[in-house]
């Protein structure tokens, strides 16, 4: 927990509205002499990722060191046979295929509904079609040519220790088509989460202090 952290000197926390949305600030400033208590920093990097995905991603996050843990994850994924827990139509067939020269990992749960899954040039990239890792790989339009992305993000720094976008309301569409609205929890809250249609999420940090900006954009 990041109260508790034993480096922590103090946190700050603010909330303004923002054209379009909400922005939620946290600064949180580390005791120099207890900083290494923290765990490893994250190394700042220029964001990428935006450029390879195409147009339309639902979700996309970039952070420092992902295409080194992102092999062990998905591979873990695949042993212990993690399709299994999500009561699928079928067995989970798990199949293995080459587009061009990148390996892509194949999940069948059911007929036509399938998870195609890789990691190439530091991106993990997961889609519901082969088609939808060509796209990663050929880069056409891309998710950075999105407006939706632009708002999402809006005065993000240059160089960032992560980075996240979801585009909200197609995760809720995405849930609704797979029974999301049964949940009488989540009938009462639809109204203000149809409200959100993106977050965006941005952190910078040093040795003594990190900073992350959440942007909450509303249709």
Known sequence: MLLSSPAMSGVTVSLSPASGGIKVHIHTAL????ASLSGARAQPFEPSVEGMLPSGSLLSFETSALDKVAPRILGAGAAVKLGGQIAPLQAPVFNTMQVGDTTVQQLALAPGLQFDYTVTRGV???AT???GIKAVLERR???ADD???RSALPDRPERVSSLLFLDFSQLLSL?????????????AFQGDLDKIRA???SSTGG??????ELFLQFS
Do not use: F, P
């Open 207 to 212: 040795k003594a202090d990190s900073t992350a």
């Open 31 to 34: 005791l120099s002499s207890l």
């Open 175 to 187: 849930g609704e088509q797979t029974g999301l609205t049964g949940s009488a929890t989540y009938r």
């Open 141 to 143: 339009r891309t998710l």
């Open 147 to 149: 407006a939706a992305y």
């Open 199 to 201: 977050i965006g999420l």
């Open 129 to 131: 079609s082969v088609d």
């Open 124 to 126: 993990v990239a997961i």
